[in-house]
Nanobody, 119 residues
């Protein structure tokens, strides 16, 4: 099982970006999917999460600006980011609880995609 993230890049303050993360390989079921981020010199933090039934939760710092969504048929999770701020600059990682055997889910991480917000 692999998670492949994409969509990072450079955005101006106030701009928007959309991240995608697709799971591939032998997948029986995907439970929760999440986006984390890690800024230089800081610990990795949870940005947003979405359950298999599409219930969502967000870090206070991104509420009202970021939207997490998923398309189960594509095994893909998205993070829409609007009104970006310089403090959103970080490497963003996708994370998912994936059951590859029909027995028990394991946690998987994507490779990270860099988001830079700067004028």
């Amino acid at each position: 099982v692999q998670l492949q993230a994409s969509g990072g890049g450079l955005a101006q303050p106030g701009g928007s970006l959309r991240l995608s993360c697709a799971a591939s390989g032998r997948i029986f079921k995907i439970n929760a999917m999440r986006w984390y981020r890690q800024a230089p010199g800081k610990q990795r933090e949870l940005v947003a999460g979405i359950t298999s039934s599409s219930s969502t939760n967000y870090a206070d710092s991104v509420k009202g600006r970021f939207t997490i969504s998923r398309v189960n048929a594509k095994n893909t999770v998205y993070l829409g980011m609007n009104n970006l701020k310089p403090e959103d600059t970080a490497v963003y990682y996708c994370n998912a609880d994936i059951d590859a055997t029909g027995w028990a889910p394991l946690e998987y991480w994507g490779q990270g995609t860099l988001v830079t917000v700067s004028s």
